[in-house]
């Protein structure tokens, strides 16, 4: 009888094994926002712009806008100005990946 309450206190002190997990293995609960590169980013990446001002006008042009106004370099890095697309006035971002985004 001793054995069995032994053998029965040694299962309940024994951790179960987990299953494995499936996906994300970093451990983290809540994964980072991954940008596309393919320019179609949704935000502005703030870090260090190396853009011209004159390589973002030509990007911008490049891209259909017109009327490109005052480019100004915001503190996350992103060029940011006004311009023309299809005769209706927009705010647009320029970040250091080249991701154009209207506001």
Known sequence: MKKYIFFAAFLALTPAAA????????????????????GSAIVPVPG???????????????????????LDLDSDGVWRTTAMKDDTLVSLGVDHKGNIVEK
């Open 19 to 38: 299953p494995a997990q499936e996906g994300d293995t970093t451990g983290s609960i809540n994964p980072p926002v991954v940008t596309p590169d393919d």
């Open 48 to 70: 260090e712009n190396s853009f011209t001002e004159s390589q973002v006008r030509n990007r911008l042009a490049a891209a259909g806008y017109t009327g490109i106004g005052y």
